[in-house]
T-cell receptor
Framework: SQQGEEDPQALSIQEGENATMNCSYK?????LQWYRQNSGRGLVHLILIRSNEREKHSGRLRVTLDTSKKSSSLLITASRAADTASYFCATDRFLNSGYALNFGKGTSLLVTP | KAGVTQTPRYLIKTRGQQVTLSCSPI?????VSWYQQTPGQGLQFLFEYFSETQRNKGNFPGRFSGRQFSNSRSEMNVSTLELGDSALYLCASSWGTGRSEQFFGPGTRLTVL
C-alpha cells in the first residue's frame, strides 16, 4: 500500500516559475526522502529530511516537513526544462523484518520553455 | 565511481517462462534492494539483501526470489511469469539499510507476452 501520496498528480509550468509538490503520509516516520525519475529510468535521490528537521535546502530545492500534519513539500525554484520528470516522496516503514522505502505514486512535472 | 548497473536493460518473455535479472551495486555498498514499478501499483518493494542475506522481503508471491553474492552483486528471479509481471524492475544500493539514501540503477524493462 502507498504510504506517501503526492499532490498534484501532474503539474505544468513555464521555465523560471517555481514548482511546489506536496506529499502526505499516514504513519510516523524516521525520515522522508524525495527522488526524481526521468521518463521510465532509474530514480535519483534529491534530498533526505529527518523527522526532527523542519526544512532543508539543496541548490534550487527546498523541502519542508510537518510531522504534526504528516506532510512534506518540495519546492523547485526557477524551474528549467531539464527539471521535467516525475517526483516521488518516500517514507521509511517497517515491513516484515526490516525497514524499506514506501513510495508515493509521484507528481509528473512538465516545464515548458 | 561507477553507478549501479543492471542487465539486461530490456527483456521480452512469454507466460510461464522464468527470468533472471542482475544488479551490480556501487563499489562498497553492501545493501541491495529491488523494486517493481508499474503504472497501476507504482513503486513496490520486493526485497533487500545485505552481506548475502535477505534482510527484508515485500509482499510478493514466492515466484519472486533473489540472492546476493559475496561481491555484493545481486540477482532476482521470477518463475512462472504472468502477464502482470510486466514492469520496470529497479535495483538500488546503499551504504546502510533499506531506508537509507538509495542509489538506483537504470532498471530492467520486462515485458511478458
Amino acid at each position: 500500500s502507498q504510504q506517501g501520496e503526492e499532490d498534484p498528480q501532474a503539474l505544468s509550468i513555464q521555465e523560471g516559475e517555481n514548482a511546489t509538490m506536496n506529499c502526505s503520509y499516514k504513519t510516523s516516520i524516521n525520515n522522508l526522502q524525495w527522488y526524481r525519475q526521468n521518463s521510465g529510468r532509474g530514480l535519483v535521490h534529491l534530498i533526505l529530511i529527518r523527522s526532527n528537521e523542519r526544512e532543508k535546502h539543496s541548490g534550487r530545492l527546498r523541502v519542508t516537513l510537518d510531522t504534526s500534519k504528516k506532510s512534506s513539500s518540495l519546492l523547485i525554484t526557477a524551474s528549467r526544462a531539464a527539471d521535467t520528470a516525475s517526483y516521488f516522496c518516500a517514507t521509511d516503514r517497517f515491513l516484515n523484518s526490516g525497514y524499506a522505502l514506501n513510495f508515493g505514486k509521484g507528481t509528473s512535472l512538465l516545464v515548458t520553455p | 565511481k561507477a553507478g549501479v548497473t543492471q542487465t539486461p536493460r530490456y527483456l521480452i518473455k512469454t507466460r510461464g517462462q522464468q527470468v533472471t535479472l542482475s544488479c551490480s551495486p556501487i563499489s562498497g555498498h553492501r545493501s541491495v534492494s529491488w523494486y517493481q514499478q508499474t503504472p497501476g501499483q507504482g513503486l513496490q518493494f520486493l526485497f533487500e539483501y545485505f552481506s548475502e542475506t535477505q534482510r527484508n522481503k515485500g509482499n510478493f508471491p514466492g515466484r519472486f526470489s533473489g540472492r546476493q553474492f559475496s561481491n555484493s552483486r545481486s540477482e532476482m528471479n521470477v518463475s512462472t511469469l504472468e502477464l502482470g509481471d510486466s514492469a520496470l524492475y529497479l535495483c538500488a544500493s546503499s551504504w546502510g539499510t533499506g531506508r537509507s539514501e538509495q542509489f538506483f540503477g537504470p532498471g530492467t524493462r520486462l515485458t511478458v507476452l
